[in-house]
């Protein structure tokens, strides 16, 4: 009995040990992430499996300049990033613009997951356009729903019992897509576009494409002057002056990695910032 339990065993040990070697070898997504609150990074860490050295951070290559990569035979690509009022952070769509994949070929399975509070509207048929004017395509989509993190103009933060709530539902949803991924299947759009998608990215996203002022920013006495808030910012728009940040003029990407993360939470955005909860994603 005890030789027959052991043969099963050593079975099933071959089985799982062919399993994995194959699936390293098949499945190896380079994957593009931006997150500013940590959302996407834990389901890009989760799609990368935390040990794959092709996570590949989005801010870092725009900070560097990097946007040219090389591709290994049968590698995957991947773009993981949240929505945007319905529709595509700016950063996102300006590195896919610049971006240079050599050995990307028509084959080549292409994923994005979208994270967002609730739904995306049409940000998946704007990534879809700007596909269209790179040597890009795009196999299949998924939407991962997490807890949603904009507090400046309203509060959309939900309580934190909630937000608990919202993350253990995600596991299944990044379960289910990995699961197509793994196997590299086209045309699955597993998408929560909500009511009147195109409607919703048509009449929000111009808010946020140009309602980006960094002027409403500020910090309050509570600062420690720790430079937290340079270092994370994703287009390089905070500096530190007399040990306080000061931020540059124009639009920033509007991530709130700033406020959220500050550990003094001392980074307000005008009057309304004060008295609203932070969030960063508890699982990193």
Same mark, same amino acid.
């Given at each position: 009995?005890?030789? =027959?339990?052991?043969?099963? $065993? @050593?079975? =099933?040990?071959?089985?799982?040990?062919?399993?994995?070697?194959?699936?390293?070898?098949y499945?190896?997504? /380079? +994957?593009?992430?931006?997150?500013?609150?940590?959302?996407?990074?834990?389901?890009?860490?989760?799609?990368?499996?935390?040990?794959? =050295?092709?996570l590949?951070?989005?801010?870092d290559? /725009?900070?560097? *300049?990097?946007?040219?990569?090389?591709?290994?035979?049968?590698?995957?690509?991947?773009?993981?990033?949240?929505? $945007?009022? $319905?529709?595509?952070?700016? +950063?996102? !769509?300006?590195f896919?613009?610049?971006?240079?994949?050599?050995?990307?070929?028509?084959?080549?399975?292409?994923?994005?997951?979208?994270?967002?509070? %609730?739904?995306?509207?049409?940000?998946?048929?704007?990534?879809?356009?700007?596909?269209? #004017? !790179?040597?890009?395509?795009?196999?299949?989509a998924? &939407?991962?729903?997490?807890?949603?993190?904009?507090? +400046?103009?309203?509060?959309?933060?939900?309580? =934190?019992? *909630?937000?608990?709530e919202?993350?253990?539902?995600?596991e299944?949803?990044?379960?289910?897509?990995?699961? #197509?991924?793994s196997?590299?299947?086209?045309?699955?759009?597993?998408?929560k576009?909500?009511?009147?998608?195109?409607?919703?990215?048509?009449?929000? @996203?111009?808010? @946020?494409?140009y %309602?980006? !002022? &960094?002027?409403?920013?500020?910090?309050?006495?509570?600062?420690?002057?720790?430079?937290?808030?340079?270092?994370?910012?994703?287009?390089?728009?905070?500096?530190?002056?007399?040990?306080?940040?000061?931020?540059?003029?124009?639009?920033?990407?509007?991530?709130?990695?700033?406020? #959220?993360?500050?550990?003094?939470?001392?980074?307000?955005?005008? *009057?309304?910032? $004060?008295?609203?909860?932070?969030?960063?994603n508890?699982?990193?």
């Open positions: 009995m005890k030789t =027959e339990n052991t043969s099963v $065993y @050593y079975k =099933e040990f071959f089985r799982r040990s062919i399993f994995i070697s194959f699936a390293k070898t499945f190896n997504p /380079m +994957i593009f992430y931006f997150s500013g609150t940590g959302n996407s990074l834990y389901v890009a860490k989760k799609t990368a499996d935390q040990q794959n =050295e092709k590949i951070s989005i801010a290559c /725009m900070k560097n *300049k990097q946007f040219v990569f090389s591709l290994t035979e049968g590698e995957s690509v991947g773009f993981v990033f949240p929505v $945007y009022f $319905y529709g595509l952070p700016t +950063i996102v !769509s300006d896919i613009g610049k971006l240079k994949l050599q050995n990307y070929h028509t084959s080549t399975y292409t994923f994005t997951i979208f994270t967002c509070g %609730g739904s995306i509207g049409n940000a998946n048929g704007r990534l879809k356009r700007l596909l269209k #004017h !790179s040597p890009f395509h795009l196999d299949s998924f &939407t991962v729903v997490m807890p949603d993190n904009y507090i +400046i103009m309203f509060n959309l933060l939900p309580p =934190e019992e *909630k937000r608990k919202i993350l253990q539902l995600a299944p949803q990044i379960s289910q897509a990995l699961k #197509h991924i196997k590299k299947e086209a045309k699955v759009y597993n998408l576009k909500g009511p009147l998608p195109c409607f919703m990215t048509f009449a929000n @996203y111009p808010f @946020y494409l %309602g980006r !002022s &960094t002027k409403p920013f500020h910090s309050t006495s509570d600062c420690t002057g720790c430079g937290l808030c340079e270092r994370i910012c994703p287009s390089g728009m905070i500096h530190i002056q007399n040990k306080r940040p000061i931020w540059d003029a124009g639009k920033c990407t509007q991530c709130l990695a700033c406020i #959220h993360r500050c550990p003094e939470g001392a980074i307000q955005h005008g *009057k309304k910032t $004060y008295k609203r909860d932070r969030y960063v508890p699982n990193l």
